[in-house]
């Protein structure tokens, strides 16, 4: 069979040929709350695991639980294939083959958790919001954001890796509950 990976449950994960019975809610909260968004260029760490609790705390506000637990997963594929900067992702050749290992593993993960596999559009909508505030907040970026859209009123503080993992799962509890 194709190569496997050791997660943090202690199964074996095949990232490029992924199985639904293979992904695990701890696995990707524990990965998630470790990777650090901007490719660790940041001023104070920032874990995909905010990020993540973060999409879905602002689209419960607009949607129902369903699409906010989307948001809540939109990158769980990066617990298995890490993330990677814009530019490697985007890339002729490399940057092809890493997005449909990220789409296959996006599929296995909505197969998992039993969502469309359509990613909603005010997930995407919230994850740039997420990307230019986080970027505003802990790059010290000034000047226009990426994105045409309106940040978040707060500063975003970043947590450690330990709570980023709890408040990961505690939002899957309460959007699954």
């Known amino acids: 069979g194709k190569a496997t990976i050791r997660v ?3 199964r074996y994960v095949h990232p490029l040929d992924p199985r639904p019975d293979e992904i695990d809610i701890v696995d990707i909260a524990h990965a998630l ?16 695991a905010q990020h993540s609790v973060y999409v879905a705390e602002q689209i419960i506000k607009h949607d129902e639980p369903r699409v906010a637990l989307w948001g809540l997963l ?3 594929s990066e617990a298995y294939l890490v993330d990677l900067p814009k530019p490697l992702k985007m890339a002729p050749g490399f940057g092809e083959f890493y997005r449909r ?3 296959d593993l996006m599929v296995a993960i909505c197969c998992k958790f039993s969502l469309p596999l359509e990613e ?29 859209v309106e940040m978040l009123p707060f500063t975003i503080q970043s947590w450690t890796p ?9 939002a899957f509890k309460r959007l699954t509950a």
């Open 120 to 148: 909603p559009e005010i997930v995407r909508h919230f994850d740039k919001v997420l990307v230019c505030t986080e970027a505003r907040d802990l790059m010290g970026r000034v000047g226009p954001p990426w994105y045409d």
């Open 33 to 48: 709350s470790n990777q650090c968004r901007f490719s660790g260029h940041v001023r104070d760490f920032l874990s995909v």
């Open 74 to 76: 939109h990158d769980a």
């Open 101 to 103: 290992a990220e789409a």
């Open 8 to 10: 943090f449950s202690g």
């Open 162 to 170: 330990k709570d980023a993992e709890f408040m990961f799962l505690d």
